[in-house]
């Protein structure tokens, strides 16, 4: 193969601020050499990483994406914000191997401020890898608009997902890093995702409020005032903020959860 049509993957990291960027930067004033494709954004803490960047990520069309934080004990913050980000990365591991996506393709990795031939590395390996994985997608077997559509239907469901995990992504498993493996198992994350609710708006019982209009984040309610509002199915992002909103007087918003298979 000549070396013209070589893959180049996408690859997205977002890292913190304290330790990780200061080890790019210090690869970089180093000059230690990484591949060039590789596109880095910095947050102030590894736990502003979110399952919504990780699908936006490969929804937009990345190969690969890097989370890097401090080393655990070693956060700037008395959140301990990199246990979290190990949370969410297990758990969008899962998600992602759930829709058909090689997990591999989710990196988490602890980098000092100090530590530039490290993060230099890293970044090498992190690229070789992708590169043998190929395209995101074709590398699965996986056709485009079909990835998508899987890639989609798990994103939408991310709000749900945060409130049923909430308590498991805010652990901080400090004597048992390794505990955060065990988490999500496959046949929970699949039950997750099976059973997610479906809300409802009985006309009979709505009176045109219009409170859960109102507060629907995603503008995914219909209606005008003193009608019967909708739900539209297609935009909302299970969230239960209509449930949670709707007054108990009126009890007009349901919450259908799908049997277990």
């Given at each position: 193969?000549?070396?013209?049509?070589?893959?180049?993957p996408?690859?997205?990291?977002?890292?913190?601020n304290?330790?990780?960027?200061g080890?790019?930067?210090?690869?970089g004033?180093?000059?230690?050499?990484?591949?060039p494709?590789?596109?880095?954004?910095?947050v102030m803490?590894?736990?502003r990483?979110d399952?919504?960047?990780v699908?936006e990520a490969?929804?937009?069309?990345?190969d690969?994406?890097?989370?890097?934080?401090?080393?655990?004990?070693?956060c700037?913050?008395?959140?301990?914000g990199?246990?979290e980000?190990?949370?969410m990365v297990r758990l969008?591991?899962g998600?992602?191997?759930?829709v058909g996506?090689?997990?591999?393709?989710?990196?988490?990795e602890?980098?000092?401020?100090g530590?530039?031939?490290?993060f230099?590395?890293?970044?090498?390996?992190?690229s070789?890898e992708?590169?043998?994985?190929g395209p995101?997608?074709k590398?699965?077997?996986?056709?485009?608009?079909?990835l998508r559509a899987r890639?989609?239907?798990?994103?939408?469901?991310i709000p749900?997902?945060?409130?049923?995990k909430?308590?498991?992504?805010?652990?901080?498993l400090r004597d048992n890093?390794?505990?955060?493996?065990e988490?999500?198992?496959r046949?929970e994350?699949?039950?997750?995702?099976?059973?997610a609710?479906?809300y409802e708006?009985?006309?009979?019982?709505?009176?045109?409020?219009?409170i859960?209009?109102?507060r629907?984040?995603?503008?995914?309610?219909?209606g005008?005032?003193k009608?019967?509002?909708v739900?539209?199915?297609?935009v909302?992002i299970?969230?239960?903020t209509c449930?949670?909103?709707?007054?108990?007087?009126?009890g007009?918003?349901r919450?259908?959860?799908?049997s277990?298979?």
């Amino acid at each position: 193969m000549s070396s013209g049509s070589r893959f180049t993957p996408k690859i997205i990291g977002i890292i913190c601020n304290w330790c990780c960027y200061g080890g790019a930067d210090l690869c970089g004033v180093s000059r230690f050499q990484y591949p060039p494709h590789i596109r880095l954004i910095r947050v102030m803490c590894s736990a502003r990483a979110d399952l919504r960047h990780v699908f936006e990520a490969f929804l937009n069309g990345a190969d690969g994406m890097f989370v890097g934080g401090c080393h655990l004990d070693d956060c700037h913050y008395i959140t301990h914000g990199n246990y979290e980000a190990l949370s969410m990365v297990r758990l969008a591991e899962g998600l992602l191997e759930h829709v058909g996506v090689n997990p591999k393709r989710l990196r988490l990795e602890w980098v000092s401020a100090g530590e530039g031939i490290r993060f230099a590395n890293i970044m090498n390996e992190f690229s070789a890898e992708i590169e043998t994985l190929g395209p995101l997608g074709k590398g699965e077997g996986i056709a485009g608009d079909e990835l998508r559509a899987r890639l989609e239907k798990v994103a939408r469901l991310i709000p749900y997902i945060k409130l049923a995990k909430r308590e498991q992504l805010a652990l901080h498993l400090r004597d048992n890093p390794a505990g955060y493996d065990e988490l999500y198992p496959r046949e929970e994350v699949a039950r997750l995702l099976r059973e997610a609710p479906t809300y409802e708006i009985d006309p009979a019982q709505c009176q045109g409020c219009m409170i859960c209009a109102r507060r629907c984040p995603v503008e995914a309610i219909a209606g005008e005032k003193k009608t019967p509002h909708v739900i539209d199915q297609e935009v909302c992002i299970k969230c239960g903020t209509c449930l949670a909103v709707c007054p108990p007087r009126f009890g007009a918003v349901r919450q259908i959860v799908a049997s277990p298979a």
